[in-house]
């Protein structure tokens, strides 16, 4: 049996009976060059970066055109660094499953430091202060995930953490914003150094977020002298702090024990998975599907790794946000959300087996195909139908793949203003009756309102995915239980008005009613959700 911690220059060879590949360079010494040239900070240690920027930075190590390693800063659970990173040398097994039930396996070395980012842990706050003084660092990259950006409550107020960023400064920052503009502030400090804020996370234009995000507390900090207008210069200055947007796509699931049983039979040890009292699942493996992009704007104002040469499609921003509008608001992740809660509602626990449903299947067939692709705007690197071709023939139905749709419903207060308001958006725009003309939308934004009942389909209760606003939404719905009969208007009116939620107030594009209907049909009782699944078949 090999360990991750195994000297794999040394026992190569048993490395290789495990039909594990190993890194090509000496992870003392890009620990070390990392130490004397930072290039590159990651925030944000779980699974997708474990499994998918790793691997691009192991990719450029392996051909010598990076040195320096990832510095990884982790800002929600210092446990991460502590328990999965440092007791096995900052080192994972990334897994890559393919659909005949192979695993193909790479030991991935190319993370040099992880570091718990926290007011509260001293080291980690100085120690990552000190990266950013240094003129060689290029480029951070995200994946904090949606919530991980938030400034604003669901009115769209400043939150007290927010408030309390501006007004107490950067070296007590709580937020992520606040907490990552201290560090841009130290880069200011010496010498207005450049640098490239690249967010990787999986929503549309992400850079543009993490830029309002980054200027909102700075812009606090200026009025209350915490910093001088001359940083908020050097932050809108993109020859100087650029936000790069970004589109990334690869299915990366909580790390499953069906993957830790085959990878011990297989001859591979360190196979526990870790349950944080955070609720980070995570584990010293990573497993993913084969199928991936990361499409880049092209801004770096210090330089960068050839991140292409690692398979990154570098582009201008519209090319980029033509991409991520195809993947993140049409052909991949409405659908993904769609499954979740109509999965959640039905009793399942894997996202494959839900796609021999054949009314699922259905449902997010005429959401991609009838609704979702029509508005969509060909990016041309990618084309959009043979996008959502794949999707629903080969990734999706991937049995291989330990997705649930558990996973996939978290946070979905703050995924449908993109994975669902966008395409709103654009049939509102067209003017006429066109977002009246629409069918799967409603029906799944009035899933979601049945799913925050926390009752399944059988009327069995279950527990809903974590999600921000997951109480208040849940007390606005109040008496509204499986079974009722009244009028269902007073407790969905606000939800379905909610701008920050759905982008516009659905009874003012003429869509509130259509939600309401599709809502008492799903809650007349057990059984209910899968006959209205059924019945939206017949439809044209």
Same mark, same amino acid.
């Given at each position: 049996?090999?360990?991750?911690?195994?000297?794999?220059?040394?026992?190569?060879?048993?490395?290789?009976?495990?039909?594990?590949?190993?890194?090509?360079?000496?992870?003392?010494?890009?620990?070390?060059?990392?130490?004397?040239?930072?290039?590159?900070?990651?925030?944000?240690?779980?699974?997708?970066?474990?499994?998918?920027?790793?691997?691009?930075?192991?990719?450029?190590?392996?051909?010598?055109?990076?040195?320096?390693?990832?510095?990884?800063?982790?800002? @929600?659970?210092?446990?991460?660094?502590?328990?999965?990173?440092?007791?096995?040398?900052?080192?994972?097994?990334?897994?890559?499953?393919?659909?005949?039930?192979?695993?193909?396996?790479?030991?991935?070395?190319?993370?040099?430091?992880?570091? @718990?980012?926290?007011?509260?842990?001293?080291?980690?706050?100085?120690?990552?202060?000190?990266?950013?003084?240094?003129?060689?660092?290029?480029?951070?990259?995200?994946? =904090?995930?949606?919530?991980?950006?938030?400034?604003?409550?669901?009115?769209?107020?400043?939150?007290?953490?927010?408030? @309390?960023?501006?007004?107490?400064?950067?070296?007590?920052?709580?937020?992520?914003?606040?907490?990552?503009?201290?560090?841009?502030?130290?880069?200011?400090?010496?010498?207005?150094?450049? =640098?490239?804020?690249?967010?990787?996370?999986?929503?549309?234009?992400?850079?543009?977020?993490?830029?309002?995000?980054?200027?909102?507390?700075?812009?606090?900090?200026?009025?209350?002298?915490?910093?001088?207008?001359?940083?908020?210069?050097?932050?809108?200055?993109?020859?100087?702090?650029?936000?790069?947007?970004?589109?990334?796509?690869?299915?990366?699931?909580?790390?499953?024990?069906?993957?830790?049983?085959?990878?011990?039979?297989?001859?591979?040890?360190?196979?526990?998975?870790?349950?944080?009292?955070?609720?980070?699942?995570?584990?010293?493996?990573?497993?993913?599907?084969?199928?991936? @992009?990361?499409?880049?704007?092209?801004?770096?104002?210090?330089?960068?790794?050839?991140?292409?040469?690692?398979?990154? =499609?570098?582009?201008?921003?519209?090319?980029? *946000?033509?991409?991520?509008?195809?993947?993140?608001?049409?052909?991949?992740?409405?659908?993904?959300?769609?499954?979740?809660?109509?999965?959640?509602?039905?009793?399942?626990?894997?996202?494959?087996?839900?796609?021999?449903?054949?009314?699922?299947?259905?449902?997010?067939?005429?959401?991609?195909?009838?609704?979702?692709?029509?508005?969509?705007?060909?990016?041309?690197?990618?084309?959009?139908?043979?996008?959502?071709?794949?999707?629903?023939?080969?990734?999706?139905? *991937?049995?291989?793949?330990?997705?649930?749709?558990?996973?996939?419903?978290?946070?979905?207060?703050?995924?449908?203003?993109?994975?669902?308001?966008?395409?709103?958006?654009?049939?509102?725009?067209?003017?006429?009756?066109?977002?009246?003309?629409?069918?799967?939308?409603?029906?799944?934004?009035?899933?979601?309102?049945?799913?925050?009942?926390?009752?399944?389909?059988?009327?069995?209760?279950?527990?809903?995915?974590?999600?921000?606003?997951?109480?208040?939404?849940?007390?606005?719905?109040?008496?509204?239980?499986?079974?009722?009969?009244?009028?269902?208007?007073?407790?969905?009116?606000?939800?379905?008005? *909610?701008?920050?939620?759905?982008?516009?107030?659905?009874?003012?594009?003429?869509?509130?009613?259509?939600?309401?209907?599709?809502?008492?049909?799903?809650?007349?009782?057990?059984?209910?959700?899968?006959?209205?699944?059924?019945?939206?078949?017949?439809?044209?």
């Amino acid at each position: 049996m090999v360990k991750l911690t195994d000297d794999y220059v040394k026992n190569a060879q048993a490395f290789k009976d495990a039909g594990i590949a190993v890194p090509q360079f000496d992870q003392a010494k890009m620990k070390a060059a990392t130490d004397a040239h930072p290039v590159w900070v990651h925030f944000g240690g779980g699974n997708l970066f474990r499994c998918f920027h790793a691997k691009i930075a192991q990719d450029l190590l392996n051909s010598g055109d990076l040195t320096s390693g990832v510095i990884v800063a982790e800002t @929600y659970d210092g446990d991460v660094p502590k328990d999965i990173y440092k007791p096995y040398s900052d080192r994972v097994l990334q897994v890559v499953m393919a659909p005949d039930g192979s695993l193909d396996k790479t030991l991935i070395a190319s993370v040099a430091h992880a570091i @718990y980012y926290n007011r509260d842990d001293a080291f980690g706050w100085q120690a990552l202060k000190t990266v950013f003084e240094q003129p060689s660092l290029q480029l951070v990259t995200m994946s =904090i995930t949606e919530k991980g950006y938030a400034l604003h409550d669901m009115a769209g107020n400043l939150t007290d953490q927010a408030k @309390y960023d501006m007004t107490h400064g950067p070296e007590v920052a709580m937020t992520n914003m606040g907490a990552i503009a201290r560090l841009l502030f130290a880069r200011f400090q010496n010498g207005a150094l450049p =640098i490239a804020m690249v967010s990787t996370d999986n929503f549309s234009q992400n850079g543009q977020r993490f830029e309002d995000g980054i200027m909102t507390i700075a812009k606090g900090w200026v009025e209350n002298d915490f910093v001088p207008q001359d940083f908020v210069n050097y932050l809108s200055d993109p020859k100087q702090v650029s936000f790069p947007w970004s589109m990334i796509d690869r299915i990366t699931p909580n790390p499953a024990q069906s993957v830790a049983d085959k990878l011990q039979s297989e001859g591979f040890a360190d196979t526990t998975i870790v349950h944080t009292p955070k609720h980070t699942n995570i584990a010293p493996f990573g497993n993913t599907e084969e199928t991936h @992009y990361l499409v880049i704007e092209d801004s770096f104002p210090n330089g960068r790794p050839a991140l292409e040469k690692a398979g990154v =499609i570098l582009t201008d921003r519209d090319t980029v *946000n033509d991409a991520d509008q195809m993947k993140v608001t049409a052909c991949l992740n409405p659908l993904h959300t769609a499954l979740a809660i109509f999965g959640n509602l039905l009793g399942y626990t894997s996202i494959a087996s839900e796609m021999e449903n054949p009314d699922l299947v259905a449902l997010i067939k005429r959401l991609g195909y009838k609704e979702d692709l029509p508005v969509v705007k060909d990016p041309k690197i990618i084309n959009p139908k043979e996008f959502l071709d794949t999707l629903l023939t080969k990734r999706l139905p *991937n049995k291989n793949i330990p997705d649930t749709p558990q996973r996939i419903a978290s946070d979905t207060s703050q995924k449908i203003p993109v994975r669902y308001g966008v395409t709103l958006q654009h049939y509102v725009d067209q003017g006429g009756n066109a977002v009246q003309q629409l069918v799967a939308i409603p029906f799944i934004i009035a899933g979601w309102c049945r799913y925050l009942l926390a009752v399944n389909d059988q009327g069995e209760r279950f527990e809903p995915s974590r999600d921000p606003l997951l109480k208040e939404l849940q007390d606005k719905l109040g008496a509204l239980k499986l079974g009722y009969t009244g009028d269902v208007h007073a407790a969905l009116q606000p939800i379905l008005s *909610n701008k920050q939620i759905f982008g516009n107030d659905l009874y003012a594009i003429g869509l509130g009613e259509k939600v309401e209907t599709d809502f008492k049909q799903l809650i007349a009782g057990p059984g209910a959700v899968a006959k209205a699944l059924h019945a939206l078949n017949g439809e044209d």
